[in-house]
């Protein structure tokens, strides 16, 4: 996958262990962004990626395969620029990352396109507790 020189993205690595952990990734519902899905490291068959990119009561959300190995990485793209103030995440009640970290990245002119090639800015992290 290649980002476009004013595409940015932002690229959450989630951490848990052992097993598998489970997203959904939800803007305001004021301001729903278009973003497309650059990079996934992993996914359970029936849980794919690809349901972060609809909402509605019938999504799923996504998984990671079973027994994957972690740290796990999902990589957006937005159509333009964007100024983010707020990024909801909800969590399965058993299928809890422990650590998501939020990276974003505007690739500069001349700067290689691919997503692995661009220079991403850490911007922080959530810790998060499980259920227990």
């Excluded at 990671?64 to 983010?84: K, S």
């Amino acid at each position: 996958h290649s980002l476009s020189p004013a595409r940015p993205s932002i690229c959450e690595e989630y951490h848990r262990q052992p097993g598998r952990i489970g997203c959904g990734l939800f803007m305001s519902s004021s301001a729903r962004l278009k973003y497309k899905i650059v990079k996934c490291t992993s996914e359970d068959p029936e849980f794919p990626v690809s349901e972060l990119l609809t909402h509605s009561s019938q999504t799923k959300g996504w998984q990671t395969a079973r027994f994957c190995d972690f740290p796990q990485e999902i990589g957006l793209q937005f159509e333009t620029p964007v100024h983010l103030r707020q990024v909801q995440f909800l969590s399965h009640q058993s299928k809890i990352a422990t650590k998501i970290e939020l990276f974003t990245a505007l690739p500069t002119a001349g700067q290689e396109q691919r997503y692995e090639a661009v220079s991403f800015k850490r911007l922080g992290y959530l810790s998060l507790d499980s259920n227990e």
